[in-house]
């Protein structure tokens, strides 16, 4: 089979196409050939050498995100069956609860090898159903930030209500998604974006106000002003040192910072008198479980939501060029590899 492999750390260049043999699997695995793949923003870190986890990577087949029909089953399994259309949580035997330190050593495409490749096998308690109505793109661009844009508007101390205003920033996977669901539940959505043709598109997916942060440094202080000088109930935080303190202050007395990304760098933070004099409920999330991934998949179908996917496509064999296109953030959406 074709698969990417990491052979050097340090830039993308050492992502190169190989050939491996094709797994075979065991009597409760499931082989599936996979059609999609999409990227994380963790996904540049293994390739890179930025990953705060140490440890060798070489020999790797990266990315935790992809789609695809299940090929042939062991004979014990009893999941799944041939022909069945499934995707993966990240972290293989998180099925629910709480997180657990087991659960993320078991984490696809970083300590093991991941989707990028034709054909993967995973035990079958790894794999979901995913909608009939649901592409393998689509449903590829969800295992990662789907689970987590879910998760931090579930999780906490309550879940997202109708009439809570919740604040998103950027145009990434996590952000877009968050964006759609936080619609379902009712609420009403502040997007903040770089760019006036951004802002525009984020309008378009549902958006209820946005502000661009170019113009506006101090954001802030228009979500301030768009919610009476209150603030919002949530804040879906994904740019970790570049944002908290502000995010910090965006968010109402009692509301909720829900921490699920560090994409503007993990160095300085928030005051943590500015946490504690607001009372806010600091929650962070690594993902979210199999049942999360069960329960978002069964709302989206629901509603038919389709992800937001970035225009420009990607084949295994230019994967690096991938990688380079997240990095550079030019992305609207999730970014697609194509494996057929």
């Known amino acids: ?57 070489i020999g790797l087949i990266p990315l935790s995100d992809g789609a695809g029909e299940v090929v042939e089953v062991g004979r014990r ?7 069945s259309r499934v995707s993966m949580p990240p972290l293989v035997g998180w099925i629910g609860g709480p997180i657990r330190a087991e659960y993320t050593f078991r984490n696809i495409g970083f300590d093991m090898d991941g989707t990028l490749a034709e054909y993967v096998v995973f035990h079958e308690d790894a794999v979901v159903e995913i ?17 987590s844009a879910w998760a931090t508007l579930t999780g906490g101390n309550r879940p997202v209500a109708p009439g809570d205003t919740v604040l998103v920033q950027g145009t990434g996977g996590v952000s877009m998604l968050a964006l759609q669901f936080a619609k379902l ?33 101090n954001w802030e202080e228009q979500v301030l ?3 009476n000088g209150t603030g919002v109930d949530r804040v879906i935080e994904i740019g ?25 760098g993990r160095t300085g933070g928030a005051d943590p008198l500015l946490l504690i004099g607001r009372g ?22 629901l509603h038919k939501v389709h992800p937001v996917l970035d225009q420009k496509r990607f084949t295994i064999a230019a994967a690096a060029q991938a990688f380079a296109h997240l990095h550079n953030a030019n992305h609207v959406g999730k970014i697609i590899v194509e494996v057929d």
């Not at 870190?45 to 440890?55: A, E, K, Q, S, V």
């Not at 399994?77 to 022909?83: D, I, K, N, S």
């Not at 903040?192 to 440094?217: C, M």
Request: proline residues 5%; contains cysteine.
């Open 1 to 57: 089979m074709k698969a990417i492999e990491i052979a050097q750390i340090g830039s993308f260049d050492g992502l190169h196409l190989v050939e491996r043999p094709d797994p075979k699997p065991g009597e409760h695995d499931v082989l599936v050939r996979i059609r999609a793949t999409s990227l994380n923003y963790r996904d540049l870190m293994i390739p890179l050498g930025t990953f705060p986890r140490g440890g060798s990577h």
């Open 77 to 83: 399994v009893t999941r799944v069956r041939t022909g």
């Open 131 to 147: 909608p009939a109505y649901m592409r393998f793109d689509e449903a590829a661009a969800l295992p990662c930030a789907g689970t």
């Open 185 to 217: 539940f009712g609420a009403r959505v502040i997007a903040i974006t770089s760019t006036d043709a951004k802002a525009a598109f984020l309008r378009d997916v549902g958006a209820d106000e946005v502000i661009n942060y170019v113009q506006h440094p």
């Open 225 to 227: 002003a768009l919610t």
């Open 240 to 264: 970790g040192a570049a944002t908290i303190q502000h995010s910090a202050k965006a968010t109402r007395i009692g509301g909720t910072l829900s921490c699920v990304g560090f994409v503007g």
């Open 280 to 301: 806010l409920n600091l929650n962070c999330y690594l993902m979210g479980n199999r049942n999360d991934f069960e329960a978002m998949l069964a709302a989206m179908a």
